[in-house]
């Protein structure tokens, strides 16, 4: 007997019509912890029970990791238990400046890999952290709203997810990992929240959000012992 196959639901990306939580944990490196030479980054997926789902790792090269730290272009493969990819994410290179409104940040989701489903952009503002969720053809889908100041000190961090009518429907969540995890290592926590009926594929993208989130404001840089914001 054939499997059932949600219609329109991306293979591999099936679990997610069936949850409303999503929590994004990176693992700690400790060759990155010691010597201070920037590995590639590998997170783990889980469901809020804690059971893992999906597992990520960054695909990019020495050089570009290490010279240009969170500002890197890179790939990120998502991958099921079967190690079967299932989500890809693209973010280019881009300016780190407020002050240069036109090369912002952003992030592209395939899923299957070479479909694109979604992208994530930053959206210009001196102040706030403020990004726009795109769907294939870059129309509107929703907006996600940091804190004017992305500092995590002994609590959590939460960007608002916005639907058309500007009301808030979720949250991505920056978590306080404890002091000694948050000072010697960049490796972070992350929890996303979403209605349990949104469209998957806009799950997905979601979660690439997260990632474009963590390295925007909370990659550890080395150079000058801060965490990096791309707004400042």
Request: proline share 6%; hydrophobic share 35%.
């Amino acid at each position: 007997m054939m499997a059932f196959h949600p219609v329109g639901v991306p293979p591999g990306l099936e679990y997610l019509t069936q949850i409303d939580q999503l929590l994004v944990h990176q693992k700690v490196e400790l060759l990155e912890a010691f010597l201070g030479c920037e590995t590639k980054n590998k997170y783990e997926i889980k469901n809020s029970m804690g059971q893992k789902i999906f597992s990520a790792k960054e695909d990019t090269n020495c050089c570009n990791r290490n010279c240009c730290g969170p500002m890197r272009p890179f790939d990120l493969l998502i991958k099921d238990h079967n190690d079967r990819e299932v989500i890809h994410l693209i973010r280019p290179f881009r300016c780190a400046s407020c002050c240069c409104p036109c090369c912002l940040q952003e992030i592209e989701v395939q899923s299957p890999p070479g479909t694109t489903i979604g992208y994530v952009v930053q959206d210009w503002h001196m102040f706030l952290p403020k990004l726009s969720v795109l769907g294939p053809s870059k129309e509107n889908l929703m907006k996600i709203e940091g804190p004017c100041c992305a500092i995590s000190c002994c609590g959590d961090v939460d960007f608002v997810l916005k639907g058309k009518d500007d009301q808030a429907i979720g949250k991505i969540s920056k978590q306080w990992s404890g002091l000694v995890k948050e000072a010697f290592t960049d490796a972070d926590n992350f929890g996303i929240t979403f209605p349990l009926d949104l469209d998957v594929k806009v799950k997905a993208v979601l979660l690439g959000a997260c990632f474009l989130l963590d390295f925007m404001f909370f990659e550890y840089t080395r150079d000058s012992g801060q965490r990096c914001s791309v707004f400042g």
